[in-house]
């Protein structure tokens, strides 16, 4: 299953809508996003889209939304792909050095030390180099559009919707047999149902007037 998972101007989330197939895949994506249109999602707005290192994902959020389209990359896939590249003895200074550059509040900081990272792995291993830097700069969008704090946090990272996968399985695991594929659709929505009844309002919310400005004007250096 592919699911939109959405954030509101008050700060609540709200699963958006679901279909069938892998993120894999443009054409499954694109046909989600495309019914959110139809179904009423304004595609004129600048919207920032979290998502993991698909690039499906990402080609069908630009195909919809266009110009439109702010993506922040997964910091921790990001992280977690770099370090499946080296050994495990450089795994920890790759997890300092990424998270450190995250961590920083100025654009061209965080940029710098991610540049300084790829030098470093290119004598380790060209892969990771090559790893970190493919996207490298839809990894830094929130801290180009200025988010900090708690709002930082929670658009940096998939860690809203994993969380919401996670509730999803702890309902459709008690199913031992799916007859069709009907059936494994309606305990999904199930479960997706049960985990939207104890959302919360992420936290930060209070400052998400300053988030959309601000993809207003990023709109025109993005």
């Known amino acids: 299953m592919v699911v939109a998972l959405g954030v509101a101007e008050d700060g609540s989330k709200q699963v958006m809508g679901l279909v069938r197939g892998e993120t894999e895949n443009a054409k499954i994506v694109t ?7 139809e179904r009423g999602l304004d595609t004129n707005q600048p919207t920032l889209f979290c998502l ?8 069908a959020v630009k195909k919809v939304f266009g110009v439109n389209a702010i993506i922040q990359r997964c910091q921790v896939h990001k992280t977690r792909n770099v370090e499946s590249h ?3 003895k450089h795994q920890p200074e790759v997890r300092r ?6 961590a920083q509040v100025h654009h ?3 940029k710098r030390l991610l ?16 790893s970190l830097e493919e996207g490298l700069e839809e990894t830094l969008t929130v801290i180009f559009l200025g988010l900090e704090g708690d709002l930082k946090r929670f658009f940096s990272t998939t860690n809203a919707i994993e969380s919401m996968f996670g509730r999803v399985r702890d309902v459709t695991r008690r199913v031992k ?3 069709d594929g009907d059936m494994r659709h309606r305990w999904c929505v199930t479960g997706l149902l049960r985990a939207e009844h104890g959302f919360r309002r992420i936290r930060g919310c209070k400052d998400l007037p300053k988030l959309l400005e601000a993809l207003q004007h990023a709109l025109l250096d993005y």
């Not at 046909?31 to 249109?37: D, E, G, P």
């Not at 050095?97 to 995250?102: I, L, P, V």
């Open 108 to 110: 061209a900081d965080a």
């Open 86 to 88: 080296v050994s495990k």
């Open 97 to 102: 050095r990424m998270n450190e550059a995250y």
């Open 52 to 59: 993991d290192g698909s690039k499906a994902l990402a080609a």
């Open 115 to 130: 540049q300084d990272t790829v030098a470093w792995l290119k004598t380790i291993n060209p892969d990771a180099a090559a």
């Open 177 to 179: 047999r799916y007859r």
């Open 31 to 37: 046909s989600l996003l495309t019914n959110l249109r």
